[in-house]
Every structure is written in structure tokens, then in C-alpha cells.
């Protein structure tokens, strides 16, 4: 899908109708009363009273979006990938409108268009660039007609919500199944149940990590998808970045990786900084430098460089404009707590635990840590996962651990399992006291890890936004870029 060129040109009033009309103005009072009331940011209520007026109103405002819609869907990296590709299009002049406070059901990403469209039905942007919850991601494509999908990677997570991963595979199958003529899918090619579901699509755009010095031999213990989708024999893995994320093949030679057609043949990191990556698409090679670090974000920048392949913004620029980045709220997040450095690092499930533990102690040389686990509808409330986490890591790395939220005490069990000595290991249920006592246990000089699920990220970040040390996450980012 190519989009219009030229900043200016595009942007149209929505046809909404009485009804339609209705509906945005009350989303829009919803909103106003939902942040005068200080009861949030009017990220999802808006969306649902709007929705109440008319269910066809996101699809009545994303009618006016000349530049199409970008959806992105998949269990890790969604937020940061959208962010990603959002700094690109936006530095080249195409304002985006998204959901980028992460509210990523149909009634957040309502919400999100009614609250950047006008009184009068002018939506001041060009391109819809969405990240969605993979359950809800049949409903958004009836809804916004998508010009690309794009699909992350697949790994179990609140299982209480979405069953096993072949029931998600199925609702992102369905979805891209039943997308408008002409819409291209833009697929990890290093997840085997994410780069089947390009059979038989008529526009795939692969991407992928081909850097054979990062593959690592053997699969986690954790790893999800070890079986062929075609025929059930075990694969055969040449090496894996991370969980079943790698380069694989069935011996029967019924599926193997698809050839990535954009990739990363180098990737160097430079500490908790950042990374360098050289990525090419078969036409252009880019040298990559963004704030981000980790093999988990890897993914991310190629996804979102492959993503505006798709709408035709040339690999060099997409390059270039990453190199002013800033990371997404809780995702890599600094800030200071207690004249002590820290860094959020959202960790909401087996693997995605796995690689922000093994990015702090690797590349941050982490010590102190506060780890946060909540069981709240939006985290799974179902926390055996945590059994799958390789806290074992933290042996002999960490010097001293606050534990937190509403399950610290399933935590600190777990903990010990993981042998962790007893006089470094500290509970502490209140969010200001966790955060305190997390900050004076570091020492001078070191930096804090903060590793909490979604809604202890919230809980944690809304005491750090009264102390002025974060603004609200509904606010945008102050790096993001402007037309």
C-alpha cells in the first residue's frame, strides 16, 4: 500500500452522520470528564460510550484516514513496534493517529480516534497505525479495513484468557483471511506459528534476524512452538535468538523458515544505550542505530522497518529516522527514583521475562531490582506462568530484590525455588514504599531495574508521575516527532 505524498495534502472531514456525530461528542465529553475527574486518562471509556451511540463510528472516522490503516498484533513488542514505525511516518511528514497509550482492545483504539478527532469530524492525520489485542484483532479489520497487518511473534500468555496459542493463532488467521483486497501481512519469519500464517496470503512481506554470532544452541525450556504445523514432527532448530524465535526447518521438509525479506545481518549493542543493526531488503542496505536495547527490541525495529517497506517509505529513511527515537512508556522507560537512575521493563510473560532479565544483567549489568507481579484482568489472572520464568538468572548476579504488587508473596516462593539467598529478597506490598526502599538498596553510582506486569507498571508509574518524575503515559512521549 503506497501512501499519499506530501504533508499536507489528504487530510478530509469524516462523514458521520447524526448518529455518528452523537457518538463522537459524547466519547469526547466522556474523555474530558474522565481527566477533569482524574479517573484516567480517557483511553477506553470514551471508546465504549462512543461505540454505545454507534458501533459504526471507528469506522465512520477511519474512512477519512487517506493514508490507510496499519494494525500490529502478536504477543510481545506491539507498542514498541508501533512506536517505531509511528516516529518514521511522522518524520516523513504523514501525521499518524494511534492508540499509543497501549489500550489495545476495540474500545481503546475507539477511544483514541474520537479523542484526536475535532468537534467538527476533522481527523488531523493521514495514516491509522493501531497495535491490537490478538482476540480483538477480527473485529478492528471488520472495523478499519487494514492495508497491513502485522503480526509479531506468538508465545503463551494469560492462558485464563486466550487458551492455548493455536486458539490465538486461529483469531489472527481469521482476521488476515479476511482482509481487504490488496492488504499486505507483514510476518515474523523466525516464529514458525507466525510465519505460517502466510500460506496462501497474496501480499507477505517476511522479516527477521540473520546474524548467525546471536543464535543460540537448544531451545528453553519454555519454548512454545517445537512442532511442524504440517505435519507434527519436531522441528529441527539451527540455533534460536530466543524462546522458539530462531532459524528451524521440518525434516520431512513439509515448513521451514521463510527466506526474510527484510533482515538484520549484524546487530551490535552498546550496553542499556542502544544498537547498531545492518539491515537489508534486497534492494537497499542500512546501517540502524536506535535507543533500544536487547534482541526482543531487535525484532521490533526490523518489524517496524519491514512495515513501512510496506507502505513504501524507502529502507534509508526509515533508518535515518530512527536515530532520534524514545523509547515508549514502561517499555525501556528511564527515569530517577531517589536520585538513583532506573529503568522500566515491562514483563508480562514467560519469554518476554526471560529476555528483559537477560538484557538487564547482560547488557545493564543489573543488581537492584523491584519486581512487580499483578493479577488483574489486563495481566492474565492466572500467574503460574511465573514457573516458567528463568529466575535462575539472578543467581549470583543480584545483590538485593524488592518484590511487589498483588501476588509478591507467589513471587518470593518463587524466588526461592529459584535459590536466591533469603537476606536479598525484600517484601514490600505499598507501591511508594517498594520504589523507595528499592532506591536506597541501590548503590551509588548503580542503576535501578524495575520489572513490573502491566498493571503494576501503571500503579508504579502514576506514583512516579505525582513525584514529577514521569509524565502521564497518556501523553505521548516527548521525542515523538511532528509533521
Known amino acids: 500500500m503506497g501512501l499519499p505524498a506530501g504533508p499536507d495534502r489528504g487530510l478530509m472531514r469524516a462523514r458521520l452522520g447524526p448518529r455518528g456525530t452523537a457518538a463522537l461528542w459524547a466519547g469526547k465529553l466522556t474523555a474530558g470528564l474522565s481527566r477533569g475527574l482524574r479517573r484516567g486518562g480517557g483511553t477506553t471509556l470514551p471508546g465504549d460510550v462512543a461505540r454505545w451511540v454507534d458501533p459504526k463510528v471507528l469506522t465512520k472516522l477511519s474512512r477519512s484516514l487517506t493514508g490507510g490503516t496499519v494494525v500490529i498484533t502478536g504477543t510481545n513488542g506491539k507498542t514498541t513496534t508501533a512506536a517505531l514505525l509511528r516516529h518514521i511516518l511522522e518524520v516523513q511528514g504523514l501525521p499518524t493517529v494511534a492508540n499509543q497509550a497501549g489500550a489495545n482492545l476495540i474500545f481503546g483504539v475507539t477511544a483514541a480516534v474520537v479523542n484526536r478527532t475535532s468537534w467538527s469530524g476533522d481527523v488531523p492525520a493521514r495514516v491509522g497505525l493501531f497495535e491490537i489485542d490478538e482476540a480483538s484483532l477480527p473485529r478492528l479489520v471488520e472495523d478499519v479495513a487494514p492495508g497491513t497487518i502485522v503480526v509479531m511473534n506468538l508465545f503463551r500468555d494469560q492462558l485464563d484468557r486466550y487458551g492455548e496459542l493455536e486458539t490465538t493463532a486461529a483469531h489472527i488467521r481469521r482476521a488476515l483471511t479476511r482482509g481487504p483486497e490488496g492488504m499486505t501481512a507483514v510476518l515474523n519469519a523466525d516464529d514458525p506459528m507466525v510465519a505460517a500464517l502466510g500460506d496462501d496470503l497474496p501480499r507477505v512481506v517476511y522479516a527477521g534476524l540473520d546474524d548467525p554470532l546471536l543464535l543460540r544452541s537448544g531451545l528453553s525450556h519454555g519454548a512454545d512452538a ?81 512495515a513501512a ?175
Request: glycine share 8%.
Open 226 to 306: 517445537k512442532f511442524c504445523p504440517r505435519c507434527g514432527t519436531p522441528f529441527v532448530f539451527e540455533g534460536v535468538y530466543f524462546g522458539h524465535v530462531g532459524h528451524y526447518r521440518c525434516p520431512r521438509g513439509d515448513f521451514s523458515r521463510p527466506s526474510p525479506d527484510v533482515r538484520a545481518t549484524s546487530i551490535v549493542f552498546d550496553g542499556m544505550d542502544g544498537m547498531r543493526l545492518r539491515v537489508t531488503d534486497g534492494q537497499q542496505d542500512a546501517d540502524v542505530a536506535v535507543p533500544l536495547s536487547g534482541l526482543y527490541n531487535a525484532y521490533n525495529v526490523v518489524l517496524a522497518l519491514a
Open 309 to 483: 517497506k510496506a507502505l513504501e517509505v524507502p529502507l534509508a529513511k526509515s533508518a535515518v529516522a530512527l536515530r532520534d527515537f524514545t523509547p515508549a512508556f514502561g517499555r525501556m522507560e528511564r527515569t530517577v527514583i531517589d536520585d538513583r537512575p532506573a529503568i522500566l521493563l515491562l514483563a508480562k510473560n514467560p519469554t518476554g521475562f526471560n529476555e528483559v532479565l537477560r538484557t538487564a544483567i547482560q547488557f545493564g549489568r543489573a543488581r537492584s531490582f523491584l519486581i512487580a507481579l499483578n493479577d488483574r484482568i489486563a495481566d492474565g489472572q492466572d500467574v503460574s506462568w511465573i514457573w516458567d520464568v528463568d529466575f535462575e538468572q539472578l543467581r549470583g548476579v543480584a545483590r538485593h530484590i524488592v518484590v511487589s504488587g498483588d501476588r509478591a508473596l507467589d513471587l518470593r516462593v518463587r524466588l526461592k525455588y529459584a535459590e536466591l539467598p533469603d537476606d536479598q529478597i525484600e517484601v514490600v506490598t505499598d507501591w511508594r514504599d517498594a520504589l523507595d526502599r528499592a532506591a536506597q538498596a541501590t548503590p551509588a553510582g548503580e542503576t535501578l531495574f524495575v520489572l513490573p506486569t502491566y498493571t503494576a507498571m501503571l500503579e508504579l508509574r502514576a506514583v512516579l508521575t505525582r513525584d514529577g518524575a514521569l509524565q502521564p503515559y497518556w501523553q505521548g512521549r516527548p521525542g515523538d516527532a511532528k509533521p
